[in-house]
């Protein structure tokens, strides 16, 4: 597969084993692989023996990144899995459904903008106060990469969905979106790793939440979803940041 490299944006298309090998010329240009290399400098993502200067601020992200943060987008059609890693200037590596992916920088405090986009988080009715419990295994059959297990899950979820007969009829209609958003980040000595999911019909969105009986999942709004993705990022003072800017 070819790379498209946009100089002026700064955007770079590529397969799994050009980003690899991008990340690896940025540190070691002598140990990348000669012929991906080729693919990039023809492309002109590398010249001069180092990358493009419109790429070095996404490739120092991830290369000294503070963060790592994963988005899993999973539906009837498919399974998505974007990248960012969060720095001083952060980095998104969007998967484009296709076997490739789309490379740049992102400014770090529009990461939450990216996760909304990146998940098409939009406001939808607020369903009625109840909760259902839910197994981890009918989350992993939803998150699968396997077609006939995301169908078993959609089904499994359809059914638990009975507290909310629109939610339920619209999962059974293949209307339903899981978003798992996981990050880690090294604070103090220990690393930290946050979780936000939920589900979202046309009908409503469903927060996964964790009590005495499992993972539950309970009505949400689209607000609340967004101070959670907020609130699930690294601050200054966790990363010591603040610090070592004074």
């Given at each position: 597969?070819?790379?498209?490299?946009?100089?002026?944006?700064?955007?770079?298309?590529?397969?799994?084993?050009?980003?690899?090998?991008?990340?690896?010329?940025?540190?070691?240009?002598?140990?990348?692989?000669?012929?991906?290399?080729?693919?990039?400098?023809?492309?002109?993502?590398?010249?001069?023996?180092?990358?493009?200067?419109?790429?070095?601020?996404?490739?120092?992200a991830?290369?000294?990144?503070?963060?790592?943060?994963?988005?899993?987008?999973?539906?009837?059609?498919?399974?998505?899995?974007?990248?960012?890693?969060?720095?001083?200037?952060?980095?998104?590596?969007?998967?484009?459904?296709?076997?490739?992916y789309?490379?740049?920088?992102v400014?770090?405090?529009?990461?939450?903008?990216?996760?909304?986009?990146?998940?098409?988080?939009?406001?939808?009715?607020?369903?009625?106060?109840?909760?259902?419990?839910?197994?981890?295994?009918?989350?992993?059959?939803?998150?699968?990469?396997?077609?006939?297990?995301?169908?078993?899950?959609?089904?499994?979820?359809?059914?638990?969905?009975?507290p909310?007969?629109?939610?339920?009829?619209?999962?059974?209609?293949?209307?339903?979106?899981?978003?798992?958003?996981?990050?880690?980040?090294?604070?103090?000595?220990?690393?930290?790793?946050?979780?936000?999911?939920w589900?979202?019909?046309?009908?409503?969105l469903?927060?996964?939440?964790?009590?005495?009986?499992?993972?539950?999942?309970?009505?949400?709004?689209?607000?609340?979803?967004?101070?959670?993705?907020?609130?699930?990022?690294?601050?200054?003072?966790?990363?010591?940041?603040?610090?070592?800017?004074?």
């Open positions: 597969m070819s790379v498209a490299f946009d100089p002026v944006t700064g955007h770079l298309r590529v397969d799994a084993d050009a980003f690899i090998t991008l990340v690896e010329y940025a540190s070691d240009p002598e140990g990348a692989c000669e012929d991906v290399v080729a693919r990039l400098g023809e492309a002109g993502a590398v010249a001069g023996g180092a990358p493009h200067p419109a790429l070095r601020n996404a490739l120092a991830v290369t000294s990144s503070l963060g790592s943060l994963q988005v899993l987008v999973t539906g009837p059609d498919g399974v998505r899995l974007h990248q960012a890693w969060v720095a001083f200037v952060s980095a998104m590596l969007t998967d484009l459904a296709d076997g490739t789309d490379f740049a920088a400014s770090t405090e529009f990461v939450p903008t990216s996760i909304a986009r990146l998940t098409g988080l939009q406001a939808r009715p607020r369903l009625a106060a109840a909760s259902a419990v839910v197994d981890e295994s009918l989350l992993d059959d939803l998150a699968s990469n396997s077609a006939p297990a995301r169908q078993a899950g959609s089904e499994a979820l359809a059914d638990l969905l009975a909310w007969p629109r939610a339920s009829s619209a999962v059974r209609a293949g209307l339903w979106q899981l978003s798992v958003v996981d990050i880690a980040f090294p604070a103090r000595g220990r690393t930290v790793v946050r979780r936000l999911a589900v979202d019909v046309d009908a409503g469903l927060r996964v939440e964790a009590d005495e009986h499992g993972p539950t999942l309970v009505p949400t709004t689209s607000t609340a979803l967004w101070r959670a993705v907020v609130s699930i990022l690294p601050t200054d003072a966790e990363t010591g940041t603040v610090a070592q800017s004074a």
